[in-house]
């Protein structure tokens, strides 16, 4: 999911890590009344008319999920689990969102902060407390993400030199920066890169902005997104980063399926847009509108988006409508039919006899069947 990047000091404090959430073991499914579910409701409902990015849709939304529960209509999801997935159903449906989500998850949920929660005695911030909960946050994202390798899930060379690189999700830049630079020193010097975001469900638009920075020249600086923050009513730009590097000059094919989300959408439609990919693949799932997981009491979280992407190329985002590839193939075909076209057109430009040769070689290898190429598991 597009997380917290763009979002004010304040509202980080009642926003939840992605990350802590991930690693928290499954709660237990456990009973829950109906005056729990109205008052998770009623939290809900403020916590949309107060941060979703839309403010008509979440009036709409909290109205129609207020009289869903007066009509009864969660009174069979009578456990924590069921009226989790209930909730999430209803919200995705009615604020036609796929972001909207409600959770379960007690061990990170206190109860809602009101307007004194963070405040001193003399009025002002308590900016100690503020800083020590960012500080241990940062931390466990380090811990989590480096346990996952940074997102990079694989890194490989293929024959004809031609680079592999899946990606699963995007850290924060002073996270992962280190680790796409390694993974991009590894890659420079070939002649084509295949970007894998088939299995990547998003993540922070800083690393994305990052990763894209190796895909232009020194000096080339190309302005990638803006994020409108609904919470201060300001827009944040993101631009190419100037030390990002190795910069990588050759041809990328970009491979997408419809898991494809939120922030790898993002990449996807940068590159797109700035016409410096090509995608292979499938339409994205369309989610492009980002939040962060915001405490709604009795140990439940909704995701809520509180900020809007807007392309400076097209002034608009892939929400709801996805990010359409260049060339429409099944998910499990993309890196098959975009080897094969790398390969193709490097035998094109190839005068060198024993050169074509061996990329004739590779190619009806790759054709048939016989190259393993990169597992897909959907």
Not at 43 to 71: C, I, M, N, R, W
Not at 201 to 220: C, K, T, W
Not at 297 to 326: L, S
Request: aromatic share 8%; net charge negative; proline share 6%.
């Amino acid at each position: 999911m597009y997380l917290r990047y763009a979002l004010p000091l304040s509202l980080l404090t009642v926003i939840f890590s992605s990350a802590a959430f991930a690693q928290t073991s499954s709660p237990s499914n456990t009973p829950i009344n109906a005056a729990e579910q109205s008052a998770v409701i009623a939290t809900l409902g403020q916590q949309l008319k107060s941060q979703y990015v839309f403010p008509d849709v979440a009036a709409e939304t909290a109205a129609a999920l207020s009289a869903k529960a007066v009509h009864g209509d969660y009174r069979d999801a009578n456990t924590t689990t069921a009226f989790a997935k209930a909730l999430s159903k209803d919200l995705r449906s009615i604020g036609n969102d796929k972001h909207l989500a409600v959770k379960f998850a007690p061990d990170l949920s206190p109860p809602p902060q009101d307007d004194d929660k963070g405040r001193d005695d003399k009025g002002g911030d308590d900016k100690d407390a503020t800083a020590k909960e960012m500080a241990e946050m940062i931390a466990q994202m380090r811990s989590v993400s480096a346990r996952e390798s940074y997102g990079i899930n694989r890194v490989q060379l293929l024959p004809g030199d031609v680079s592999y690189i899946d990606l699963r999700n995007f850290g924060h830049t002073e996270i992962v920066g280190a680790a796409y630079d390694a993974a991009m020193s590894l890659v420079a010097g070939t002649k084509a890169l295949v970007l894998d975001l088939r299995q990547n469900h998003g993540g922070e638009p800083d690393g994305v902005a990052y990763l894209i920075s190796h895909f232009f020249a020194v000096g080339d600086d190309r302005h990638l997104n803006d994020i409108y923050v609904r919470a201060d009513n300001d827009t944040r730009q993101f631009w190419t980063v100037p030390s990002a590097m190795p910069r990588f000059a050759g041809p990328i094919y970009v491979l997408t399926s419809q898991h494809t989300g939120s922030g790898a959408e993002e990449c996807a439609y940068d590159l797109q847009t700035q016409k410096r990919a090509t995608l292979v693949g499938e339409t994205t799932a369309g989610a492009a509108n980002p939040g962060g997981w915001m405490p709604l009491g009795h140990g439940f979280m909704a995701f809520i988006p509180v900020a809007r992407a807007i392309n400076p190329i097209t002034k608009t985002n892939w929400e709801h409508v996805g990010v359409k590839p260049d060339v429409a193939v099944p998910a499990s075909s993309a890196m098959k039919t975009a080897y094969v076209t790398i390969l193709n057109d490097l035998l094109k430009k190839s005068k060198d006899p024993s050169e074509q040769a061996g990329l004739n070689d590779i190619l009806a290898s790759v054709q048939s069947g016989k190259f393993q190429l990169p597992a897909y598991y959907p």
